[in-house]
C-alpha cells in the first residue's frame, strides 16, 4: 500500500455532485485512489505541504492532435482557413514517422502536463513511414500521463475528391483491420486505466460513408468510444450539404455517430436542432476556443449547449492550429468568448474550469476522474497562489480570472508527474532538444 498526503491546501476545488470547496483542508492519497479529504489527516507515507495553494482535479484534453506539435507557426499554414492551412500542412506530414510521432507527442503532453493537464486524448489520423498509434502510447508512458489515443483514419484521397494527398491515405480494410489491432492490444476498460484507446476517423470529408458506419459498428463491438471533427466551420456545413444532402448532425445520426459514447470536435457551427440532439443522444462535445479563433471558425454555442445539458469538455486541438498547448488557456479564452458571444454573465470563472475538468471527464467516458471525492482516481493539480498572478485576487477559486496558468504540483494516478513545476518523469530539455532538431531537418 502506498499513501501520500496532500496537507493544508488553503481551498480545494472538488467539482465533486455539489461542488464543494473546502478551506485548511487536506487530501489522502491511496494506491492511485483518492481515500479522504479532510482536515487533520495523518500518514505513515510520504506529504506533501500544500499551504498558499489551491488544488482542483487535473484538467481533462478532450481532442489534439500531438502529432502537430513538430509543425507550430508553420509560414504558410499562419493565417489560411482551415482547408488551405491542411493543404499547406499535409505534404510536411507525410515526411513523418515513428520517431517524429513519439517525440512530439511527448513535448504535447508535457505541455499540457505543465497548464494541469492529467488526461489527455489524442486524434492521430495519418501513419506515414511506419509510424503507428503505439508511438504516441509510449510517449504517455514515459511521462504518466493517463491517455485516450484514438486511431483515427483518412481514405479519401485527392484522386478521389478528398483533401489529403494520396499517399496518407490508407485503404478503408487496411484501417479498420488496424483499429482491431490496437484495441486489443492496447485498450484496457478497467477502472483506473491509464490507457484507453477510440476510433476516430478524420471527418466526414477526409473518409467514405461505409468507414463511418464501420467504425462505429466495430466501437459497439470493442465497446470503445468514437471521436471526429464535426461541423467546425462554414465551409464543413457546405460541404455537408452539397455532398451528403443533409447537415452534419443528421449524417452523424444516420451513420450510428450519436450516443454516449460518441464525441464530436468543434461542433462550432450546430443548430439548435443538432444541439437538442446531442442533448437527447448524451452526445459529448470537445469544444476548443482558441483553434476556433486562430482558424476564424467562429463561436461555439457551449452556453446553449450546456442549458440544454449537453456534455462539454475542452481541446487545445492540434498545435498547428493553435499553436499553444496550455489547456488553462482554453478554459479562459472558453469563458472569455461565451461572454463575447452572449454577455459577461453568460460563464463564470468557476463554470469555466468545472468544463476543464468533470466536464472533459464525463465527454471521455471518465466519472471516475475529474472530481476530487474518495473513491476517484488521484488526479490532482495544484496552483501555488502566492505569485504574482494571483497577488491582491479577492477570490483565489476564481483562477481562471486571476492566477497561474501552469501547476507547481501535479499528480496523476497519486504519482507526481510535475514537481514544483518541473517535469519529474522525462528529461524535458533533452526532449525539447530533440524535437528542435527533427523541426530543422523537415524544415530542410
Ligand atoms: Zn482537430
Not at 175 to 202: N, Y
Not at 284 to 311: F, Q, T
Not at 415 to 426: A, E, L
Request: charged share 20%.
Amino acid at each position: 500500500m502506498t499513501e501520500i498526503l496532500l496537507k493544508n491546501a488553503d481551498l480545494i476545488l472538488t467539482m465533486d455532485e455539489s461542488r464543494q470547496e473546502l478551506s485548511k483542508a487536506d487530501i489522502l492519497v491511496r494506491d492511485g485512489q483518492i481515500a479522504r479529504i479532510g482536515q487533520g489527516l495523518e500518514t505513515q507515507g510520504e506529504v506533501h505541504d500544500v499551504s498558499g495553494c489551491l488544488v482542483t482535479p487535473g484538467l481533462v484534453n478532450t481532442h489534439h492532435h500531438l502529432y502537430q506539435t513538430l509543425t507550430r507557426a508553420v509560414p504558410g499554414g499562419q493565417d489560411a482557413l482551415l482547408f488551405g492551412w491542411l493543404q499547406t500542412l499535409y505534404p510536411i506530414w507525410s515526411r513523418f514517422g515513428p520517431e517524429e510521432m513519439f517525440t512530439s507527442a511527448q513535448i504535447g503532453l508535457a505541455e499540457l502536463a505543465l497548464s494541469g493537464c492529467t488526461l489527455s486524448s489524442d486524434h492521430l489520423y495519418l501513419y506515414p513511414n511506419g509510424a503507428r498509434l503505439e508511438d504516441t502510447i509510449a510517449a504517455a508512458s514515459e511521462l504518466g500521463m493517463r491517455f485516450h489515443p484514438t486511431r483515427g483514419a483518412m481514405s479519401i484521397g485527392e484522386s478521389d475528391g478528398g483533401l489529403p494527398p494520396d499517399h496518407l491515405v490508407e485503404k478503408e480494410a487496411a484501417i479498420l483491420d488496424d483499429m482491431v489491432r490496437v484495441v486489443d492490444a492496447f485498450h484496457d476498460q478497467s477502472e483506473g486505466s491509464m490507457c484507453r484507446v477510440g476510433l476516430a476517423p478524420c471527418s466526414p470529408f477526409s473518409v467514405s460513408r461505409d468507414l463511418m458506419r464501420d467504425a462505429a459498428l466495430l466501437a459497439r463491438d470493442k465497446g470503445v468510444m468514437l471521436h471526429t471533427h464535426l461541423a467546425e466551420n462554414d465551409e464543413d456545413i457546405a460541404y455537408s450539404q452539397a455532398q451528403f444532402g443533409c447537415r452534419p448532425g443528421q449524417y452523424a445520426e444516420e451513420l450510428g455517430w450519436t450516443g454516449p459514447d460518441v464525441w464530436h470536435a468543434h461542433c462550432v457551427k450546430l443548430d439548435g436542432a443538432e444541439i437538442d440532439l446531442f442533448s437527447r443522444s448524451e452526445t459529448g462535445v470537445a469544444h476548443c476556443p482558441c483553434s476556433n479563433c486562430r482558424l476564424g471558425s467562429g463561436i461555439a454555442p457551449v452556453r446553449a449547449m450546456r442549458d440544454v445539458g449537453v456534455k462539454v469538455g475542452l481541446g487545445a486541438d492540434g498545435s498547428a492550429s493553435n499553436d499553444n498547448g496550455n489547456l488553462m488557456l482554453e478554459a479562459r479564452q472558453a469563458m472569455l468568448l461565451q461572454r463575447v458571444a452572449n454577455g459577461a454573465d453568460a460563464m463564470s470563472a468557476r463554470e469555466a474550469l468545472e468544463i476543464a475538468t468533470r466536464g472533459g471527464a464525463d465527454v471521455l467516458g471518465r466519472p471516475d476522474c475529474g472530481r476530487l471525492m474518495p473513491g476517484k482516481r488521484a488526479d490532482i493539480a495544484v496552483w501555488d497562489t502566492c505569485g504574482i498572478e494571483s497577488a491582491g485576487s479577492w477570490d483565489p477559486a476564481a483562477l481562471l480570472l486571476a492566477g497561474p496558468m501552469s501547476v507547481k504540483h501535479l499528480f496523476v494516478e497519486g504519482r507526481q508527474i510535475v514537481r514544483d513545476g518541473h517535469i519529474t518523469t522525462i528529461d524535458l530539455p533533452r526532449v525539447i532538444e530533440r524535437q528542435n532538431t527533427l523541426a530543422r531537418a523537415l524544415q530542410a
